[in-house]
Each structure stands twice: as structure tokens, then as C-alpha cells.
């Protein structure tokens, strides 16, 4: 039996990763009933792993650009329906983080650098506005706590100065998901 050559085994490589990737797209639109024309599948996800473009925001830590549902990586912000406690009063902190996220964008274009791709085909990623890094921002605003620790400085910056969520009381995002229903990380 002859050996392999690199060009042979390269060209399967890429028939197998093109073969899966059919796959799992066929799988995501039936699994939506081909109804969800308004995001590109795991498959049609940019290689180079960054999108750019003006965000339609969801909430204050995902949107959707240029065609891809992008989720704002090492934060947490609350969700769109959330109330947060201040002076005894609820207020609506999730409809707030969406709106400050919406003042840091100012309607420019928006360049999302890629992580990962999550489990419900999202892409992960750190979001900017040139070099003003929009997820640091959120949580150094205090509209958005660090999931993980990439951004515990300016959590622990916004929680001393009291903004934003900082301001009153509030359950960090992911336990109201749960509460609600809405399981971990959504």
C-alpha cells in the first residue's frame, strides 16, 4: 500500500470538514423548520471568525450583525425583561443595559473578533468600536458583571463606584435565567 501523500490526505480533510459542515446545516434548519432565514448557520459562520457591521442590539450583551447572532464574550449583562431593586423601586435594569450598550455604539460599525462558536451557534466574541472595547466598557459601566475573570478589575471598579446595577440591588443575570426559566448562559 503506498503512503499518503500531504496533498491527498489534505483534500480529505477538507471533503470531510465540508461533508460535516453540510451536515450540521441541514440539521439547524430543520430543526427550525427552515423558518429562521435571518442568521447564517454554524456552517456559514465568517472563517475568519470576525463579522462587522451596524449591530441590531438584543440586550445588552448580544445582537445581531452582518447576517450572524454574536454574543459579547467575558460578560454578563442583564437580560432585556430583568428588574433590578434601587431605592426600594424596581427598574428596568435589563431594558437599561440594552440602551447603554446602544449609547456606547452611537450607530458606528462594529467589528466583533471571535472566540468560540457556543452551542446554539452563536459566535462568541470581544466586540469594538476601532480600539474602545465594548465589553469592557459594559462592565465598567456597571450594565454588564465579568462572566469569568477577564473583566473582574472593572467589575471591581463599577461595584465601588456604585453604577449602574452597582446602584441598587439586583441577581447577577445568569441566576435570574435560571430562576426564570431560561437555564445558564442563554
Known amino acids: ?14 471533503w470531510v470538514v465540508v461533508a460535516v ?20 448557520p454554524r456552517a456559514e459562520i465568517p472563517s475568519s471568525g470576525a463579522v462587522e457591521g451596524t449591530p441590531k ?46 449609547s456606547l455604539i452611537g450607530g458606528r460599525q462594529v467589528s466583533c473578533k471571535s472566540v468560540e462558536i457556543d452551542q446554539h451557534g452563536r459566535l462568541l466574541g470581544t466586540c469594538y468600536i476601532g480600539d474602545r472595547n465594548l465589553n469592557r466598557e459594559m462592565v465598567a459601566s456597571g450594565f454588564a458583571v465579568s462572566f469569568g475573570s477577564q473583566y473582574r478589575r472593572e467589575e471591581d471598579g463599577a461595584k465601588a463606584a456604585k453604577a449602574g446595577i452597582w446602584s441598587g440591588q439586583f441577581q447577577r443575570p445568569q441566576d435570574w435565567r435560571h430562576e426564570h426559566g431560561m437555564g445558564g448562559r442563554q
Open 1 to 14: 500500500m503506498a503512503a499518503w501523500n500531504n496533498r491527498d490526505t489534505q483534500k480529505i480533510v477538507r
Open 21 to 40: 459542515l453540510a451536515a450540521i446545516a441541514g440539521v439547524l434548519q430543520r430543526h427550525d423548520g427552515g423558518r429562521n432565514t435571518s442568521y447564517r
Open 57 to 102: 442590539l438584543v440586550d445588552g450583551d448580544s445582537f445581531h450583525m452582518a447576517g450572524t447572532e454574536v454574543r459579547m464574550v467575558g460578560i454578563d449583562a442583564p437580560e432585556g425583561k430583568q428588574m433590578c431593586q434601587r431605592d426600594g423601586q424596581d427598574w428596568p435594569c435589563g431594558e437599561e443595559a440594552r440602551r447603554k450598550l446602544t
